[in-house]
């Protein structure tokens, strides 16, 4: 038994579609200033041996970790654990699969179907048989209430006819006069006027019947209801109606209420619509899985006392959550946001300033992203045809992954969309599954059975099963052959698909480069995920990139990234101001006012002085235009005294090629965000240290076996040497053909690259 300190273990577990993977650190026991780390690679799925991978992978760690025999199934003891951080996938795969929750949708009386008709978006403009996805909700219930703001923002005298306020916006001082105006009121009718969050006026035509709502409610909740989305007309500046409602929900026994004033408080009903009807319909599934997984273990874990385990989630736009925080809505991309912070922390040079592309070469799907010293958040995403208006980061994904089904369909090789997933996996996990790219990396020889896990098989012991691929592979290129009357060699056939694969692999990198301007050469690639290995050296050389990364725990950086993320909390309030050296001050007032409640928070949550960075945003557009943008200005903007303008210009410049200059610019929203920092330095980057190391050509002695190995211009290379990464040191340089392989990763070096090993990473440059 090895004696580990109360409060030391720090375990971080992503839960992927197909494989979970869990990295944990602790005080090394013969040296308490270092910590060792331990990693585990599990199958997602695996009903036969477990109910819950993270939870199974958190019982092997703490096996590893204290020399103790822990029995599957009990329930954990956390008093040595430190902080548990989570990503996962289940919100995602309950969009895309439309396995989320039943629930019901209360909307402003006339606007029962907005949601379904929704922005007249026409994605396939060409396609003769349109089929929309139904909505989430199942059921519409109309509130009998509305309210309007007063006056008209295609006005042109508009800031001059508006109503003018007192000082602290509680009574009017002049009423509206604007057209329309009723000539006797304060606006264009009667009711009553009351400022907004805005700063617009919003005149209330009438209030909710709370006793008819109710009525309404409780027959929902009888016929078995249980999850709310509330979306009422302007309440993103006038929430009190929702609230109202949000609140007799709940005494009526709703368990998830998403009020979409509380969620979102930006303007446009249609987005805001749908993120709530997402958030009710994912939010409650989230919650039970996240039941099932705290039942696993002591009741210590979900106290939330300060001398508890914490227990983190990874968010969307890459921030950290607490329980409280977390949710369906902010949850969609928590399982590849962990993979971004991990290859940008680990890859970027603060001095070099190279931008990177993030390849995450996973089981089920691929996801590219871009990091250029700053994540790359967007406002506005569509997931399996639901349109959300949430921040996440700048992820485009495809579906080609190591599990992606390869099949021949009219004459042409496909790789994806479906894919084989865990259960029942590819050809060679002994499961009866289908052709993946998997299996033609094993046939090629770009996989090892003998190196890879052997967790296959009913007894979870056994290795890859390379003749089951061969076999599926031979009925596939004798109907190739057959329908092409050619008599391709099986390799060629094999290697076909993977260059299919590698090419759909590159669609969403050129995406997030080529399509906006910057040149995909001068990046750097950082491939992570458990088959990245395997593609980066020939998906770089499709994009002229020179420079690989390859992050020693690349295989695994989903989860080793949570170690590194960062605790954030952001608030936003909706505006509607015309941006000018007037109102500059009052909207500095009020990032102040966010900046301070923001802070409290963070400090509340364990964070305060330097390990706190504040980001301040105004989402800003032209008079007349619909396209809003997020603004964070930087000291080279303008006076460099957060002048915001110049920065939206900068910005609009960069997205649109041009300005509107003759046009007014207005905020439409008011954004800070704070950053807890959990570490407080990453240590030399990877560039300087390969400038400064001395490199070793490392010797075909070294090598600890010879493969047959298939490359592409060059053919079979029969004695291609395979190379242990834990035998190598740093400064080794390694010249291909050859493989590099750990326990959780394969490597392939193509002829024409060379690959040094620097303390945390494999640095590989492409010759010509």
Same mark, same amino acid.
């Given at each position: ?19 979970? @993977?869990? /990295? ?88 029962? @179907? ?119 007309? /302007? ?118 300033? #190279? ?23 967007? #406002? ?48 060679? #996990? ?53 329908? /092409? ?37 001068? /990046? ?28 020693? #725990? ?84 303008? @006076? ?129």
């Amino acid at each position: 038994m090895i004696e580990v300190p109360d409060r030391s273990i720090r375990i971080c577990a992503d839960r992927g579609g197909t494989f979970c @993977d869990v /990295h944990a650190s602790y005080p090394d026991p013969d040296n308490p200033n270092e910590r060792k780390d331990i990693i585990v690679k599990l199958l997602s799925q695996d009903t036969a041996n477990y109910g819950d991978a993270p939870t199974e992978g958190i019982r092997r760690v703490l096996e590893i970790a204290t020399g103790q025999t822990i029995p599957r199934g009990s329930v954990l003891d956390t008093s040595k654990i430190d902080y548990i951080r989570l990503s996962t996938t289940v919100a995602t795969n309950a969009l895309l699969e439309r396995k989320g929750h039943r629930h019901a949708l209360l909307i402003t009386k006339g606007f029962k @179907d907005l949601l379904l008709i929704g922005n007249q978006s026409r994605p396939r403009i060409f396609d003769l048989n349109i089929r929309r996805p139904s909505p989430l909700y199942s059921e519409v219930v109309e509130v009998d209430e509305r309210v309007t703001l007063v006056g008209y923002t295609s006005d042109p005298k508009s800031e001059e006819n508006a109503i003018q306020w007192n000082d602290d916006g509680s009574s009017i001082i002049r009423g509206y006069r604007g057209p329309g105006w009723d000539g006797e009121g304060n606006a264009e009718g009667p009711g009553d006027i009351v400022r907004g969050i805005s700063g617009e006026a919003v005149r209330i035509l009438k209030r909710p019947d709370l006793d008819l709502v109710r009525r309404d409610l409780q027959r929902l909740y009888d016929t078995g209801y249980r999850s709310l989305a509330i979306v009422l007309v /302007h309440s993103y500046t006038f929430p009190e109606h929702e609230i109202q409602i949000g609140k007799l929900a709940r005494e009526v026994g709703f368990t998830q209420v998403s009020e979409s004033s509380q969620l979102l408080p930006m303007i446009k009903m249609v987005p805001r619509g749908v993120s709530s009807t997402a958030d009710a319909y994912l939010t409650p599934i989230l919650r039970e899985y996240l039941d099932g997984f705290f039942y696993g273990f002591d009741a210590k874990l979900k106290d939330g006392r300060i001398k508890s385990p914490r227990v983190e989630f990874m968010g969307s736009d890459g921030g950290l959550l607490d329980l409280n925080n977390f949710s369906g809505l902010k949850s969609i991309l928590s399982g590849p946001a962990g993979g971004v912070v991990g290859y940008a922390l680990t890859s970027w040079d603060a001095d070099r300033k #190279y931008p990177i592309i993030g390849l995450d070469v996973g089981g089920t799907s691929t996801d590219v992203s871009r990091f250029d010293g700053r994540y790359e958040v967007v #406002y506005e995403t569509t997931t399996a045809g639901v349109t959300i208006q949430s921040p996440q980061l700048d992820i485009n994904t495809v579906a080609a992954g190591g599990g992606s089904c390869l099949t021949f369909r009219n004459g042409l090789f496909l790789a994806g969309p479906e894919s084989a997933g865990a259960q029942p996996g590819p050809a060679c #996990y002994r499961k009866g599954g289908p052709l993946a790219v998997t299996d033609a990396n094993l046939l090629l020889g770009r996989l090892i059975p003998d190196y890879f896990p052997k967790i296959f098989g009913k007894s979870e012991k056994e290795p890859l099963d390379s003749e089951a691929s061969r076999v599926a592979f031979e009925k596939v290129a004798k109907e190739i052959n057959e329908s /092409h009357e050619m008599n391709l060699g099986l390799d060629d056939i094999v290697y076909g698909f993977i260059k299919v694969a590698n090419e759909t692999m590159c669609r969403p990198i050129r995406a997030l480069t080529e399509a906006r301007g910057y040149s995909t050469g001068k /990046h750097v690639l950082a491939s992570f995920g458990g088959a990245g290995g395997q593609h980066a050296c020939e998906i770089a050389s499709l994009l002229g990139i020179k420079t690989i990364l390859i992050h020693r #725990y690349s295989s695994i950086l989903s989860a080793y990234g949570l170690a590194l993320a960062d605790r954030a909390y952001e608030l936003q309030e909706p505006s509607s101001t015309f941006y000018s050296a007037q109102t500059r001050q009052h909207l500095m007032v009020r990032l102040d006012k966010l900046t301070s409640d923001v802070k409290t928070e963070l400090k509340h949550q364990g964070f305060e002085g330097d390990r706190v960075r504040v980001e301040r945003m105004l989402n800003m557009r032209f008079d007349g235009t619909d396209t809003a943008l997020m603004v964070l200005p930087n000291e080279s903007d303008g @006076d460099g005294a957060e002048d915001f303008e110049a920065a939206f210009k900068r910005v609009y410049k960069a997205e649109f090629g041009f300005l509107l200059d003759t046009k007014s610019i207005i905020v439409d929203d008011v954004k800070v965000r704070g950053i807890g920092k959990t570490f407080d330095h990453l240590g030399e980057s990877v560039y300087s240290e390969v400038d400064r190391l001395e490199k070793r050509p490392v010797a075909r002695g070294r090598a600890d076996s010879t493969y047959s190995v298939y490359f592409d211009k060059v053919g079979r290379v029969t004695d291609t040497p395979v190379f242990l990464l834990d035998n190598l040191g740093v400064g080794d340089e390694v010249t291909g053909p050859a493989m590099i392989i750990d326990n959780t990763q394969t490597i392939v070096i193509v002829p024409s690259a060379r690959a040094v090993l620097t303390s945390k990473h494999l640095y590989i440059t492409l010759e010509e």
